[in-house]
């Protein structure tokens, strides 16, 4: 089990109204959707969540009202590649209500490896709170270095947890190795979390867990029951919601909330320059769902 925030944490989207404003009535409705689904944790305005399109009031209004709905520990992205606004949202993120800090590394910018450590040096310093850092240099352009990571781990003390999403279970192996009793290892790939498991992982940061939460869970507590059978066939029967989640016309928030919208939960369509969800996907996702249904009757 892991220390800090369970098991499974979803990166929850943001929901919209039709106007495209912010909806935080349907934000505390899905919380409690996912609190009550699987979801141990919730990450809040990150990547998934919209954070790009996110005002810094509609982000701490977000983070208050579902931190104040929910008992499970939410995270607050505060991550930005201005260090300096970063900071200032970091040291926010406590009085918003907020258990955790989740804290992508610098976009765009692609700084040299010693910009990446004094960034989270310094936010790491604004805050009481315990970090998770996040690594995704698809999106970010820049991977941090092991050897960073080693000292961050090492040397700050609220520096607690990686979500992983550099799609190298090799190296995360070797972080692991190195730095296991500093950290703790999320999959930050739901396609990945079973052989992350396998070098040290604790858990899932995800998306598909809107709604396959519950096989996320089992599948964690099998592996670490040592039923590796048992956790190879639920990763099995999670391929479609994988495959569904992310593809070149539909990304994670557009896919995630076609697929919430499917289950009659209002969450809106994504923020400019998202798209709205081509035609075909809302269908595809009733699909998926219910094969996973079908799934989970057999299983009973």
């Given at each position: 089990?892991?220390?800090?925030?369970?098991?499974?944490?979803?990166?929850?989207?943001?929901?919209?109204?039709?106007?495209?404003r912010l909806n935080l009535g349907m934000a505390c409705q899905l919380a409690r959707h996912l609190a009550d689904n699987g979801s141990d944790g919730?990450?809040?305005?990150?990547?998934?969540?919209?954070?790009?399109?996110?005002?810094?009031?509609?982000?701490?209004?977000?983070?208050?009202?579902?931190?104040?709905?929910?008992?499970?520990?939410?995270?607050?992205?505060?991550?930005?590649?201005?260090?300096?606004?970063?900071?200032?949202?970091?040291?926010?993120?406590?009085?918003?209500?907020?258990?955790?800090?989740?804290?992508?590394?610098?976009?765009?910018?692609?700084?040299?490896?010693?910009?990446?450590?004094?960034?989270?040096?310094?936010?790491?310093?604004?805050?009481?709170?315990?970090?998770?850092?996040?690594?995704?240099?698809?999106?970010?352009?820049?991977?941090?270095?092991?050897?960073?990571?080693?000292?961050?781990?090492?040397?700050?003390?609220?520096?607690?947890?990686?979500?992983?999403?550099?799609?190298?279970?090799?190296?995360?192996?070797?972080?692991?190795?190195?730095?296991g009793d500093h950290f703790e290892l999320y999959s930050g790939d739901d396609a990945l979390t079973l052989p992350l498991l396998a070098v040290g992982?604790?858990?899932?940061?995800?998306?598909?867990?809107?709604?396959?939460?519950?096989?996320?869970?089992?599948?964690?507590?099998?592996?670490?029951?040592?039923?590796?059978?048992?956790?190879?066939?639920?990763?099995?029967?999670?391929?479609?919601?994988?495959?569904?989640?992310?593809?070149?016309?539909?990304?994670?928030?557009?896919?995630?909330?076609?697929?919430?919208?499917?289950?009659?939960?209002?969450?809106?369509?994504?923020?400019?320059?998202?798209?709205?969800?081509?035609?075909?996907?809302?269908?595809?996702?009733?699909?998926?769902?219910?094969?996973?249904?079908?799934?989970?009757?057999?299983?009973?």
């Amino acid at each position: 089990m892991a220390r800090y925030w369970g098991r499974v944490l979803t990166a929850m989207v943001t929901p919209f109204d039709a106007t495209g404003r912010l909806n935080l009535g349907m934000a505390c409705q899905l919380a409690r959707h996912l609190a009550d689904n699987g979801s141990d944790g919730l990450v809040l305005a990150a990547t998934t969540g919209e954070a790009p399109t996110l005002s810094e009031a509609e982000r701490f209004d977000l983070i208050r009202a579902v931190s104040e709905t929910v008992t499970i520990p939410v995270l607050a992205g505060t991550g930005s590649n201005d260090t300096r606004h970063a900071l200032e949202m970091t040291a926010k993120a406590e009085a918003a209500g907020a258990a955790g800090v989740f804290l992508v590394s610098p976009y765009y910018n692609r700084p040299p490896q010693a910009g990446i450590e004094a960034h989270f040096r310094a936010l790491a310093a604004a805050t009481r709170l315990p970090v998770m850092l996040y690594d995704v240099p698809c999106r970010t352009g820049r991977r941090i270095g092991h050897d960073v990571l080693i000292r961050l781990f090492r040397e700050v003390d609220n520096i607690v947890a990686f979500k992983d999403a550099t799609g190298d279970p090799a190296a995360a192996a070797r972080l692991v190795a190195e730095a296991g009793d500093h950290f703790e290892l999320y999959s930050g790939d739901d396609a990945l979390t079973l052989p992350l498991l396998a070098v040290g992982a604790v858990g899932v940061v995800g998306t598909s867990s809107h709604w396959t939460g519950p096989e996320f869970a089992a599948m964690i507590a099998a592996f670490e029951q040592g039923e590796v059978a048992r956790a190879r066939s639920i990763n099995a029967a999670l391929q479609p919601s994988f495959a569904f989640a992310n593809t070149e016309d539909s990304v994670f928030s557009m896919s995630v909330k076609a697929m919430l919208r499917s289950q009659g939960l209002a969450v809106g369509e994504c923020r400019l320059p998202l798209p709205p969800a081509p035609a075909g996907v809302e269908e595809r996702a009733a699909q998926v769902w219910d094969e996973l249904q079908a799934w989970r009757a057999m299983q009973r």
